[in-house]
């Protein structure tokens, strides 16, 4: 069963950047998509940037031309976060897509708060 394991969470004043990457461990036939989820309390999980296995890539309208998804190795994907501001702040969550009927799997998430 794949597992997944986010970093790079913090605390980061209005402007400033994070860079949160997450990593993919045990066996899975075929990764489909990988991306980033966030939620805060109260409130829906809601998209922020996914990947395909073909490179597509999709944005959420609020973090376009701000946050950068990539990947980094087979299993590892980055999502660069500049120009942070207070509306960003929420829990991240990486999320990963395998082949159908199999479910989407979650990570634990990372805590992003842009604070002064």
């Known amino acids: 069963q794949a597992q997944l394991a986010e970093f790079g969470g913090g605390v980061v004043q209005p402007g400033g950047s994070l860079r949160l990457s997450c990593t993919m461990s045990?066996?899975?036939?075929?990764?489909?998509?990988m991306g980033w989820f966030r939620q805060v309390p109260g409130g829906r999980r809601e998209l922020v940037a996914t990947i395909t296995e073909e490179d597509e890539i999709i944005y959420a309208d609020s973090v376009k031309g701000r946050f950068t998804i990539s990947r980094d190795t087979a299993n590892t994907i980055l999502l660069q976060s500049d120009n942070l501001k207070f509306e960003d702040t929420a829990i991240y969550y990486c999320?990963?897509?395998?082949?159908?009927?199999?479910?989407?799997?979650w990570g634990q998430g990372t805590q992003v708060v842009v604070s002064t």
């Open positions: 999320a990963l897509d395998p082949p159908y009927p199999f479910s989407r799997i």
């Open positions: 045990g066996f899975i036939s075929k990764i489909v998509a």
